[in-house]
């Protein structure tokens, strides 16, 4: 059974200062993912943002570094804290999922276009068999690097797009049974 990594559900993902999104579903698939590995014990890492930027909502001590109340991990879970996008990157993820035996992800959170797709691009460049699934995760609107705005449906697609075939196997959840 794939390991499932849920990457950065945190209360401060839920801010109206993180701007417009996609997907509005994302946190109901992934608490049901979440539900379905679990009673199936199959391996789940939470990886939550620990920010070095004094005043944002992932700073020490901060409502918004907690996990939303849906997807706290349970006291066996492994939890992982980043400082960083990339899940891989001063964490020991990568020896924890060796150590295990683990050799396919399947990835779902926020933001599709930061960590969800820099960790996804590690995790692809280490061997890992990844997946991505569309429908658990979401992005932001943003402008593009011309000052173009784009939505975050565009954002999400785009970064989906250069995960896919690459990097990782981009999915729907309905997909994952054959995982």
Do not use: C
Request: hydrophobic share 40%; glycine share 8%.
């Amino acid at each position: 059974m794939p390991t499932l990594l849920i990457v950065d559900m945190q209360v401060g993902m839920t801010r109206p200062a993180s701007g417009a999104r996609n997907n509005p579903g994302a946190e109901s698939v992934i608490r049901e993912l979440l539900e379905s590995w679990r009673a199936r014990g199959a391996p789940i890492v939470h990886v939550r943002h620990i920010s070095r930027t004094p005043g944002s909502p992932f700073w020490p001590g901060q409502p918004g570094v907690e996990f939303q109340p849906a997807l706290v991990p349970l006291d066996h879970e492994h939890v992982v804290e980043k400082n960083v996008p990339d899940a891989f990157i001063n964490t020991g993820l990568e020896r924890w999922l060796h150590a295990r035996g683990e050799t396919t992800l399947v990835i779902v959170g926020v933001s599709t276009s930061n960590s969800v797709e820099s960790t996804a691009r590690t995790a692809g460049n280490l061997g890992f068999t990844t997946y991505v699934v569309s429908d658990a995760t979401f992005a932001f609107a943003k402008a593009d690097f011309d000052g173009t705005p784009r939505t975050a449906a565009e954002v999400h697609a785009m970064s989906l797009s250069n995960l896919h075939g690459e990097f990782a196997t981009v999915i729907g959840s309905h997909e994952l049974g054959r995982v």
